[in-house]
């Protein structure tokens, strides 16, 4: 036996035995591995002990205990190994191994296997389900196996009560240098008191630009075929929407949505809302589509010989804000200060309880779009099978890569202004509706924060493909995606009167049949 062989079957060894110990986590509990007494014993996992010593170790961790250790093995790995386009399988060994709470496993085994079989796949037989179990955790140790050994975290190191965090620059944005990742496309609150007039304002300031998206969405009203990266269309309303550093409550998401990870909900953030617009007057401007179930709330609007558009008419926002999807995708700034004046280190902001959906044929409305300067911006691909953040191509960081591998989100306790990135929620094939997760660590514990709706609730949004791709958007499709897109067309369709614009921005209706894939512009 040659010596690579050799290696490499010792590798496959050390998978296995991992795989075996995190069963034998998910059937005692991290928390009662060494409980006592008859007929139990301590559990013994000597190669997740030795991933995780190295671990915490590599992150200068003084951690008390094998069990503070391995939590902090998984709690990373986990992350990591969703970042590495895994999203689905490190949320099910996420959901056997914790509860939904801080301590993991704290029901019974068989409670979170049944919980997570109905979240998995509600039609899936008890065998069909062992088997997607026992291949997520091989492929979760498989991933440890790598990940540790490779000579660093893949993602920036968060602070930790167990060690000195970094002093951050001035504005509280620490950068963390790129990593190399393991394998190819990587692993990887202000004062309570804040005023609302200062929320506004912090949007504001983040949202004058982004003319790249208003750019393409007159492309889109235009059907010309221009067109950069076509990074969705950048929808902006006057409104903003927070979540004062109030714990949400979170809908047990129903069968066939992808669950968000199993974090305890925090207060530690406020978090706020508002989409790209003038900071003095923001415009409402809206690119969206109706299911054909909506019609009729829309009868009265389509009877209209005209619909103004900018700003838009109060009844079609309204309409938009609560049954509408935003076509191509669209894009928020998401605001973030301290609740409670500590420094929250932001690790992760993702869509999650992501249901696909038929794509809204019933009605579209194409108004323009405004923007202004630059935030920082991350993007996510909704047709993707695990949609992280990534740098888009005008960014901080190299196109395509994961945005937390390379670049870090501080939030500092004294900073009134906090922190704020544009997150572009993009897809060229589909329907979706979604939420948006924003997870970070305060003294070293895992919270997450749902980005919230008009009413303080957890948010939901709507996106929808455009039935004619935006250019930058197009090459996305596939053959068979693209001849399915072309059959589709509206069954109305409104869009600027451009022969009268001297007269104001409004909204007539124009031919649904030249609106579409294989038409002039299209």
Not at 106 to 113: E, M
Not at 170 to 181: H, K, Q, T, Y
Not at 217 to 238: C, F, K, L, Y
Not at 415 to 441: K, L, N, P
């Amino acid at each position: 036996m040659s010596g690579d062989e050799g290696a490499a079957g010792r590798r496959r060894a050390k998978i296995k035995s991992v795989s075996t110990e995190l069963k034998r986590v998910r059937l005692r509990g991290i928390d009662d591995l060494d409980k006592k007494g008859r007929p139990q014993k301590p559990v013994e996992v000597p190669f997740l002990e030795e991933l995780a010593q190295a671990h915490c170790g590599r992150l200068g961790l003084r951690l008390h205990g094998r069990i503070a250790q391995l939590r902090r093995l998984l709690e990373d790995g986990l992350h990591a190994y969703a970042d590495a386009g895994n999203e689905r399988q490190s949320d099910l060994v996420e959901s056997l191994l914790f509860d939904g709470d801080r301590y993991m496993n704290a029901r019974h085994a068989a409670s979170l296997v049944a919980k997570a079989q109905r979240k998995m796949d509600a039609e899936a037989s008890a065998q069909r389900f062992e088997t997607r179990r026992d291949l997520a955790f091989d492929g979760f140790a498989d991933f440890l196996v790598a990940w540790p050994d490779e000579g660093g975290d893949p993602r920036p190191t968060p602070p930790s009560s167990c060690e000195e965090p970094e002093a951050a620059p001035a504005g509280g944005r620490v950068e963390a240098p790129a990593v190399v990742p393991p394998e190819p496309g990587g692993p990887g609150d202000t004062a309570s008191g804040l005023r609302p007039a200062r929320r506004r304002a912090l949007l504001a300031g983040a949202s004058v630009s982004l003319a790249v998206a208003a750019l393409l969405s007159w492309q889109v009203m235009a059907r010309g075929d221009g067109g950069e990266d076509g990074h969705g269309t950048n929808p902006a309303a006057r409104s903003s929407h927070t979540s004062a550093g109030r714990a949400q409550k979170e809908p047990e998401p129903p069968a066939g949505k992808s669950s968000s990870t199993q974090l305890p909900t925090g207060d530690d953030l406020e978090v706020t809302y508002g989409f790209p617009g003038f900071p003095s007057d923001f415009f409402d401007t809206y690119t969206a589509a109706f299911q054909e179930k909506d019609l009729g709330a829309l009868k009265e609007l389509l009877a209209r010989p005209r619909i103004a558009a900018a700003p838009a008419d109060p009844a079609l926002t309204k309409l938009i804000e609560a049954r509408g999807y935003f076509l191509s995708g669209m894009k928020f700034n998401i605001s973030l200060t301290s609740a409670k004046g500590n420094t929250v280190d932001v690790v992760r902001i993702r869509p999650v309880n992501i249901e696909r959906d038929e794509i809204p044929v019933g009605a579209a409305f194409l108004l323009p779009s405004q923007g202004g300067d630059d935030v920082r911006q991350m993007s996510f691909d909704m047709d993707s099978e695990s949609p992280i953040a990534r740098h888009p191509a005008i960014g901080e960081g190299p196109e395509g890569a994961p945005f937390f591998q390379s670049s870090r989100i501080v939030v500092e306790g004294g900073d009134e202004a906090g922190e704020a990135v544009a997150a572009d929620f993009s897809t060229v094939a589909s329907a979706y509706t979604f939420q948006v997760a924003v997870e970070y660590r305060v003294d070293g514990e895992s919270y997450r924060q749902l980005v919230p709706g008009l009413d303080g609730e957890p948010g939901t949004f709507r996106i929808a493909a455009n039935l004619c791709p935006l250019p930058g958007l197009k090459p996305r499709l596939g053959e068979d995606e693209l001849a399915a897109l072309g059959r589709l067309r509206y069954k109305n369709l409104r869009a600027v009167d451009r022969d009268n614009i001297d007269q104001g921005y409004s909204l007539i209706a124009q031919d649904p049949g030249g609106h579409g894939v294989g038409e002039e512009g299209c």
